[in-house]
């Protein structure tokens, strides 16, 4: 909404911002409280009680009075938006899909390419490593290759690969740092040995479209906790991740556990954060609820798992090189008839977790400051607290959006009629 400015002394050569509502932050609420920022850091977020407007001077956001204030969205799990196929994207592109996510809330998406051949997903590399440089992204998600081909889901099977170490390496050196996790299958060939690779180069190991059983998702969970302790990179939250937890590995059984009894266990434990795809479609709402119960909101990272057509209407897209027919918000597969992603942004799946019966804030955790924990950069981003980069979401009191600053800018309305 069109802010206004406020006399006071402002700061020479400063930008400020001033916003109010009820802020929903690290797991907790104020009623009535402040967001302040200069330049691109937050200056104060508190009770507006304990704030000075006209002291602190600048703009302040013209807001609702049921104005809800969150920290800018962190998404672990997002394959595109607006028309943008991230596995595919050329720079350009690129750029317009993740510019549609920042206005959309989600201010920090991790972006996520499937499998793929080995020079596809060099050139995704190399497109994503130079956003990632440029901070509009938080790095590089690699939802394979190295994924079981009985829960391949909506990926490709002709280009899974049992663990290669040196194709491995060879996509961590030309990320450059930008690759923040990759999903693999603990029970294929060599997947030990890809599993210190990961961890030896920083790089967080998520356990996901898997057929195995619950002894090898424990014992690669514990390999993975303990190389990532070991590797003692800086800020780095030192525990793996489960690549959306219940879709492509078998179900939860009472004779045969298999790989989501193992998670939910180390989750529970503060051994691993699991990600929920919390948009109604990808899990019953009653399941959502029930692990937030058995885990804890700090174990779980709401992810959308948004493929293109997030933020436009039903029709038809693709991922990767799969075609995809989204119907009723509900993307598919034209060949098999599998789930092929999401349509929801990470606020409406804040949202849909919200009306499940999580409470709001322990939503918006899942979906801030855990995943910025994960990606060892909680002291950046996540939370709304002084000295951060000032990211922040403002709805009204349904959680409908409002505004979106990014790095302290006021971003423009996300269009709704991006070309394919």
Known sequence: ?????????????????????????????????????????????????????????????????????????????????????FPSADEESARRGVGYLHRSGTTMPLASLVAAPRDDLLRGIDVFAQLDAEDLVAGIHLEGPFLSPAQCGAQDPAHLLDPDTDLAMELIEAASGALATMTYAPELPGAADLVDL??????????????????????SLEQARDGLSAAGYDGAEGVPTVTHL?????????????PVAASLRAAAAGGAVVELVGDAVHLDPAMVRTVYALVGAANIALVTDSMAAAGLTDGHYTL??????????????????AIAGGTAT????????????????????????????????????????????????????ALNLVSVVRGGELLPAPAADYSR
């Open 320 to 337: 990767g090189t799969s075609p995809v027919t989204v119907a009723g918000g509900i993307a598919t597969l034209d060949s098999s008839g």
């Open 1 to 85: 909404m069109s802010p206004t400015d406020i006399p006071g002394p402002g700061g020479t050569g400063t930008s400020r911002l001033i916003a109010r509502g009820r802020i929903v932050s690290d797991g907790s609420s104020i009623d009535d409280a402040v967001v302040a920022v200069e330049d691109d850091r937050i200056e104060y977020a508190g009770p507006a009680a304990d704030f000075d407007a006209v002291a602190f001077g600048g703009t302040v956001l013209e807001l609702p009075p049921d104005a809800v204030l969150l920290p800018g969205l962190v998404d672990l799990h997002c394959h595109g938006a607006a028309g943008v196929d």
């Open 198 to 219: 990961l961890t030896t180069h920083g790089v967080t190991p998520s356990l996901g479209h898997t057929d195995c059983d619950d002894a090898t998702a424990d014992a």
């Open 246 to 258: 219940f879709n492509a590995m078998p179900p939860l059984h009472h004779r045969s556990p298999g």
């Open 346 to 397: 990470l606020l409406e799946v804040v949202c849909r977790a919200a009306s499940a019966g999580v409470p709001l804030e322990e939503a918006v955790l899942s979906a801030t400051a855990v995943p910025a924990a994960v990606l060892g950069r909680a002291d950046e981003f996540g939370s709304l607290r002084r000295g951060l980069r000032a990211d922040f979401v403002a709805t009204d009191g």
